[in-house]
């Protein structure tokens, strides 16, 4: 069972053991007293009292903090003081007391709290201290507790890191280190985490990291390291939106697949972009809009596909470009404003189809373009821009249609252009500005439009 349907499931039962036991519970308006004698709070023994006010006060006694014990007490303010006696607290506990302020200090006899427990506990205000006798942070845990700032330190024996941990906890500040003995990260984990503004240091064991768990944590600075254990992929949008990251990108030679947007928008990663041979797949958008790499661009030569978007506004790339044989499918704006890129440009013999806008805004070429004859279309906007590509240019036998746009602005071709027989379409301004051609051009028979 995924985390979105348990959620739902633990909430619609919550709601009903709430309105089934309602009666047995005093939530009458004002403070909240709980015997001094007490040693464990049972579950939902508070929920939805959301007419409590003041500081709540728990007894030194207390061991447990049961499932859902103060959810809703959207009325409770001041510090939560939670006593040294506390070893558990359960799921939901604290879920949506948004009036508690302070810090909150999850002392070292805590051994485990549940998911959710200190959810959209919005009011919190100062640094969050963990417990050190803590080897997982459950899911949801402190998710949507923007307002707890600060350094954030894990506890040293920590080993996993929950799905939504600390998703939305966007003050917290500093750099931030993963302790050596941590094997997972879950998903969304510091999902949107931006108030880092410092180093971001993982561990090299670490063998898990989940989708988008640093999504839009963009004021991390210095270099990223991918840790060669993770399981032989980065997952998606892991890195997305690290816009701060200034220094170089290292992706170990295990890693088999890059997913979908995982660096998409991370624009102040510089140097050369290598990607090893083992690398098979790279998802959409994977390294879009990554403008500050320089140096060569190395495309695995195991890669079969380039999908749509991967290096789009990557313009610090220089030299050549070149793409292995093997490559079958060069995807939408694939390379789109890469204007770093020199030499000439060849579509191997391997390629059936390029998308539109491929190599839109790539005026740093600056010789011959060859394509391939396996081609049947040239897509709208394919080359446009590309004003520096120069000699002759031969549309392949096999082509029947050239978009609109496709070559807009090529001044740069200063030889023949040649038509395949079997072309029987030319939209509109697919050679608009292309004013260097020479020679005599002859529209194919076969071009009805």
């Given at each position: 069972?995924?985390?979105?349907?348990?959620?739902?499931?633990?909430?619609?039962?919550?709601?009903?053991?709430?309105?089934?036991?309602?009666?047995?519970?005093?939530?009458?308006?004002?403070?909240?007293?709980?015997?001094?004698?007490?040693?464990?709070?049972?579950?939902?023994?508070?929920?939805?009292?959301?007419?409590?006010?003041?500081?709540?006060?728990?007894?030194?006694?207390?061991?447990?903090?049961?499932?859902?014990?103060?959810?809703?007490?959207?009325?409770?303010?001041?510090?939560?003081?939670?006593?040294?006696?506390?070893?558990?607290?359960?799921?939901?506990?604290?879920?949506?007391?948004?009036?508690?302020?302070?810090?909150?200090?999850?002392?070292?006899?805590?051994?485990?709290?549940?998911?959710?427990?200190?959810?959209?506990?919005?009011?919190?205000?100062?640094?969050?201290?963990?417990?050190?006798?803590?080897?997982?942070?459950?899911?949801?845990?402190?998710?949507?507790?923007?307002?707890?700032?600060?350094?954030?330190?894990?506890?040293?024996?920590?080993?996993?890191?929950?799905?939504?941990?600390?998703?939305?906890?966007?003050?917290?500040?500093?750099?931030?280190?993963?302790?050596?003995?941590t094997k997972e990260i879950?998903?969304?984990?510091?999902f949107e985490c931006f108030?880092?503004?410092?180093n971001l240091v993982i561990?090299?064991?670490?063998?898990?990291?989940?989708?988008?768990?640093?999504?839009?944590?963009?004021?991390?600075?210095?270099?990223?390291?991918?840790?060669?254990?993770?399981?032989?992929?980065?997952?998606?949008?892991?890195?997305?939106?690290?816009?701060?990251?200034?220094?170089?990108?290292?992706?170990?030679?295990?890693?088999?697949?890059?997913?979908?947007?995982?660096?998409?928008?991370?624009?102040?990663?510089?140097?050369?972009?290598?990607?090893?041979?083992?690398?098979?797949?790279?998802?959409?958008?994977?390294?879009?809009?990554?403008?500050?790499?320089?140096?060569?661009?190395?495309?695995?030569?195991?890669?079969?596909?380039?999908?749509?978007?991967?290096?789009?506004?990557?313009?610090?790339?220089?030299?050549?470009?070149?793409?292995?044989?093997?490559?079958?499918?060069?995807?939408?704006?694939?390379?789109?404003?890469?204007?770093?890129?020199?030499?000439?440009?060849?579509?191997?013999?391997?390629?059936?189809?390029?998308?539109?806008?491929?190599?839109?805004?790539?005026?740093?070429?600056?010789?011959?373009?060859?394509?391939?004859?396996?081609?049947?279309?040239?897509?709208?906007?394919?080359?446009?821009?590309?004003?520096?590509?120069?000699?002759?240019?031969?549309?392949?036998?096999?082509?029947?249609?050239?978009?609109?746009?496709?070559?807009?602005?090529?001044?740069?071709?200063?030889?023949?252009?040649?038509?395949?027989?079997?072309?029987?379409?030319?939209?509109?301004?697919?050679?608009?500005?292309?004013?260097?051609?020479?020679?005599?051009?002859?529209?194919?028979?076969?071009?009805?439009?």
């Amino acid at each position: 069972m995924n985390f979105k349907n348990k959620n739902i499931m633990i909430l619609v039962i919550s709601i009903l053991f709430v309105f089934a036991v309602s009666s047995s519970y005093d939530c009458s308006p004002g403070e909240l007293n709980i015997p001094d004698d007490l040693t464990s709070i049972e579950d939902f023994k508070y929920a939805y009292c959301s007419d409590y006010i003041g500081e709540l006060r728990i007894p030194s006694k207390v061991e447990t903090i049961g499932s859902h014990a103060f959810f809703g007490c959207i009325g409770l303010t001041g510090q939560l003081v939670i006593p040294q006696s506390v070893i558990n607290i359960g799921d939901f506990a604290f879920y949506g007391c948004y009036g508690f302020t302070g810090p909150l200090v999850l002392p070292n006899s805590i051994v485990f709290f549940g998911q959710s427990s200190f959810e959209r506990c919005s009011g919190f205000n100062d640094n969050l201290i963990l417990s050190n006798s803590l080897t997982e942070i459950s899911p949801f845990a402190f998710k949507d507790c923007y307002k707890l700032n600060g350094y954030l330190k894990l506890p040293s024996n920590i080993k996993i890191i929950g799905k939504s941990t600390f998703s939305g906890c966007s003050g917290f500040t500093d750099s931030l280190k993963i302790p050596e003995s941590t094997k997972e990260i879950g998903e969304n984990a510091f999902f949107e985490c931006f108030g880092f503004n410092g180093n971001l240091v993982i561990p090299e064991k670490l063998e898990i990291l989940g989708e988008k768990a640093f999504f839009g944590c963009s004021k991390f600075t210095g270099k990223l390291t991918i840790p060669s254990l993770i399981n032989r992929r980065i997952e998606d949008g892991v890195f997305s939106g690290c816009s701060g990251f200034n220094g170089e990108l290292t992706i170990p030679r295990t890693i088999a697949k890059i997913g979908n947007d995982a660096f998409y928008g991370c624009s102040g990663i510089k140097g050369e972009l290598n990607l090893t041979s083992n690398i098979t797949d790279i998802g959409n958008n994977a390294f879009c809009g990554c403008s500050g790499f320089t140096g060569l661009l190395v495309i695995p030569k195991n890669l079969g596909v380039i999908k749509d978007k991967v290096f789009c506004g990557c313009s610090g790339f220089v030299g050549a470009l070149n793409i292995p044989k093997g490559v079958t499918n060069i995807g939408n704006y694939s390379f789109c404003n890469c204007s770093g890129l020199t030499g000439s440009l060849s579509i191997p013999e391997s390629v059936s189809v390029i998308g539109s806008f491929a190599f839109s805004g790539c005026f740093g070429f600056d010789e011959s373009l060859t394509l391939s004859p396996l081609l049947k279309k040239i897509p709208e906007s394919c080359f446009e821009k590309c004003l520096n590509l120069s000699g002759s240019l031969q549309i392949p036998q096999g082509v029947t249609s050239i978009g609109k746009n496709a070559f807009l602005d090529c001044c740069g071709f200063s030889g023949v252009l040649n038509f395949a027989s079997d072309l029987e379409i030319i939209c509109e301004r697919a050679f608009s500005g292309c004013s260097g051609f020479t020679g005599k051009l002859t529209i194919p028979n076969n071009v009805v439009s």
